[in-house]
């Protein structure tokens, strides 16, 4: 087995041209990709008749959309479009002849990745076995784990992507104030991000900074709301028109969670709930909520209300899974958005919302088992929701 290292992106973009020219079959894993048009991205769409797999991720908003569209209709091509880590592998593989070259390293299917960055990454070259195969295996497993570009649902949640893409995309305009970007976000999530659950519930017993409310406010609140709805077989339209208010958050405990606001979506939670149940049930109530079941509940619930809105949504969203969503309402988001070193603008969309509730999925206090003692387990089956505690502002 030969073994070479390349630190210089420009050898590292030669040998990647020639070894695709010169092999019959190309087997990739890898975190982005960027424009189709542009440098390797380009030479791999005129070799893609050799590419047997190519699977993609799209954590961030970094994979261009472009690309994604150029290659949607190749056998071989499939997208990780949600996962509970962000999917991060480089992994270029090419048999030429009997000798298999295996590409592994920091650099992605992008511009950056094979010219501008500074880039570390060996190739090794050999026979199909030993740490070859092994690449080659888990190639094997993340293609057929991820998801083939097709249909309706796919067309849906590229546009949504894209959507999310653009926005991104707008709020970095220079290198340096990409860099800038990432440092807030760096700073900001630092505590949020990497909380254990028991340093999480300790910030939550100490109750709501801005008001002289108590974590146990929140918590009777919600366990009010979810014990009703369970008795009416977690159906608005089956409860009484007392606890259909209670879900829309207009009485005495107006603002923790948000509410739907006294108009519009307020009339529909209490007088035509029919829609809203649709719509949540396409939710799971229990289990991973993936991609394909938030992509299902946008078209449900914006083909219900033409004034469809995340800060409404995520009200009853919190309520019908508070281990998952939390609540983007106006008294929230500005915090939220600090803490997230998001825009808050981002926060109410779709795509940016979806975005933020994967980021929070992959945190140790959301992702924590059970814990022991009765206020903790409380605090873990609203864990998400409980958000609110820590951001809401009046």
């Known amino acids: 087995m030969h073994v070479e290292f390349f630190a210089d992106t420009d050898l590292l ?3 990647f041209e020639g070894l695709a020219r010169r092999a019959h079959d190309i087997e990739i894993a890898v975190a982005w990709a960027g424009n ?6 380009e030479l791999l769409w005129r070799m893609r008749r050799k590419v047997r797999k190519l699977a993609v991720g799209c954590a961030l908003y970094n994979t261009n959309p472009d690309f994604l569209e150029r290659w949607q209709g190749q056998p071989g091509f499939r997208v990780v479009l949600d996962t509970t880590e962000v999917f991060h592998p480089k992994l270029y593989l090419f048999r030429v002849g009997g000798e298999v070259h295996l590409f592994v390293g920091s650099s992605n299917l992008t511009g950056g990745g094979f010219d501008k960055n500074r880039e570390a990454n060996i190739l090794v070259r050999g026979g199909d076995a030993g740490p070859i195969a092994d690449a080659a295996a888990y190639i094997d497993a993340r293609h057929r784990e991820a998801t083939k570009p097709q ?10 992507y894209r959507a999310g893409w653009q926005k991104k995309q707008s709020s970095a305009r220079s290198i340096e104030a990409r860099g800038a970007y990432l440092s807030r976000i760096g700073e900001k999530t630092q505590g949020l991000g990497g909380w254990s659950f028991a ?6 017993k ?3 900074p801005s008001t002289n409310l108590t974590l146990t406010d929140w918590l009777e609140l919600l366990e009010n709301v979810r014990q009703h709805w369970a008795t009416a077989g977690w159906s608005i339209e089956r409860m009484s028109a007392q606890h259909r208010r209670l879900v829309a958050g207009t009485g005495r405990d107006a603002g923790l969670f948000g509410s739907v606001g006294l108009g519009y979506f307020n009339h529909a939670v209490i007088s035509q709930p ?6 949540l049930r396409c939710i799971p109530r229990e289990g991973p909520v993936e991609t394909r079941h938030w992509i299902e509940f946008e078209r449900v ?3 219900a209300f033409q004034k469809a809105a995340t800060g409404t949504a995520s009200r009853l969203l919190c309520l019908w899974r508070p281990d998952v969503f939390f609540s983007a309402n106006s008294g929230s988001v500005p915090e939220i958005a600090e803490r997230f070193g ?3 603008s981002s926060l109410r969309t779709w795509s940016g919302y979806w975005e933020a509730v994967k980021w929070v999925k992959q945190r140790p206090w959301a992702r924590a088992t059970q814990p022991q003692g009765k206020l903790a387990e409380r605090c873990w089956h609203g864990r998400v929701a409980l958000l609110d505690v820590l951001m809401y502002a009046p």
């Open 342 to 344: 998001l825009p808050r």
């Open 274 to 279: 029919a829609p809203i149940d649709r719509a």
């Open 151 to 160: 249909g309706k649902t796919w067309a849906a949640w590229l546009a949504s």
């Open 13 to 15: 973009r030669a040998h």
């Open 36 to 41: 189709p048009e542009e440098g390797v991205q």
């Open 206 to 208: 100490t109750g709501n």
């Open 199 to 204: 340093e999480y519930f300790e910030r939550l």
């Open 301 to 303: 619930y914006s083909a």
